[in-house]
Structures are given as structure tokens and as C-alpha cells.
């Protein structure tokens, strides 16, 4: 009995922290509309990354280990490491892209590749 009681508590704390719900979730869902349309072309359906130069986001020393400040700005800005092959394009070659779309898409990146890396 008691048993069962604090595996629920432990169930619905672990759910609340791995799915942030309420706002965050209407944001992860938006940001997957998105990956799919602009990203994913690039970054891969499953976020490795298809072309040689993309990272892979779900490597824990991979983009993801990084601040979202951080992302936020080399997602709108656009990015090249030192002697790679590809860049990634400001707003990932979509112009029409607000900053809020973008937050999500970060969102919906983390809730999805980046999850075992969050502590
Ligand atoms: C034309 C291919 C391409 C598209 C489209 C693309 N990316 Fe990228 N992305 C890259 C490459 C290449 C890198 C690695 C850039 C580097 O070497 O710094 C990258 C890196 C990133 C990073 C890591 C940045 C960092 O600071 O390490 C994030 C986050 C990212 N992309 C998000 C996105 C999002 C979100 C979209 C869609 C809105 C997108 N990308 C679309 C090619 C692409």
C-alpha cells in the first residue's frame, strides 16, 4: 500500500520533470511542427544529423551540453566550426521563423533528443 502510494508520487514527479507540462508542452509540440519542416532535413528525424558537419544532438558532449542562451543565438545567427564542411544557416535557412518558434524548437529538441543529458 504505502509502497504503491510513493511510486506513484515518485511516477508523477519524474513525469512532471521529464515533460515540463502545461505551457512547455503547447511549446514542444509547436517546436516539433517546425523541426520537422525546416530541421530535420538536416539534423535527421531521429536529431544524429544525415550529412557530414551536422552534430549529432543526442551525444551528452554534443550542442546540447550547451546553455540555451547559447543555442538561442547560433540557431538565429547561423554557425560554422572551424574547418567543418557545413554551416548552419541563420534560423536553419528560414527566415520567416520568429524568436518564438525558435524557443520552441529548441524545446521540442531537448524534450526530445537532449532528455537523457538533463538532470
Ligand atoms: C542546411 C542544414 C541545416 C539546417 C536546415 C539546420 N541546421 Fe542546425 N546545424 C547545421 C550544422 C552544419 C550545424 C553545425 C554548425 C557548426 O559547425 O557550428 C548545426 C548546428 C545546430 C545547433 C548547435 C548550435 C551550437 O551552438 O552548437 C543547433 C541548436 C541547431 N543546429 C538547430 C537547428 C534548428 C532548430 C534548425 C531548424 C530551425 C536547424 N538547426 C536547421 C545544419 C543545419
Known amino acids: 500500500m504505502v509502497r504503491t502510494a510513493m511510486r506513484a508520487v515518485t511516477f508523477a514527479w519524474t513525469g512532471f ?19 520537422d519542416q525546416t530541421c530535420a532535413v538536416c539534423h535527421g528525424p531521429d536529431g544524429a544529423g544525415g550529412m557530414p558537419g551536422v552534430p549529432d544532438f543526442n551525444d551528452p558532449a554534443g550542442p546540447l ?20 564542411p557545413m554551416a548552419m544557416p541563420p534560423k536553419g535557412g528560414n527566415p520567416a521563423l520568429t524568436e518564438s ?13 537532449g532528455a537523457a543529458q538533463r538532470k
Open 17 to 35: 520533470v521529464a515533460s515540463a507540462p502545461g505551457l512547455a508542452d503547447v511549446a514542444v509540440e509547436q517546436g516539433r511542427a517546425v523541426y
Open 65 to 84: 551540453s550547451k546553455p540555451d542562451a547559447v543555442l538561442l543565438k547560433s540557431t538565429i545567427e547561423g554557425s560554422t566550426s572551424p574547418g567543418s
Open 101 to 113: 518558434e525558435i524557443m520552441a524548437v529548441l524545446a521540442y529538441i531537448r524534450s526530445r533528443f
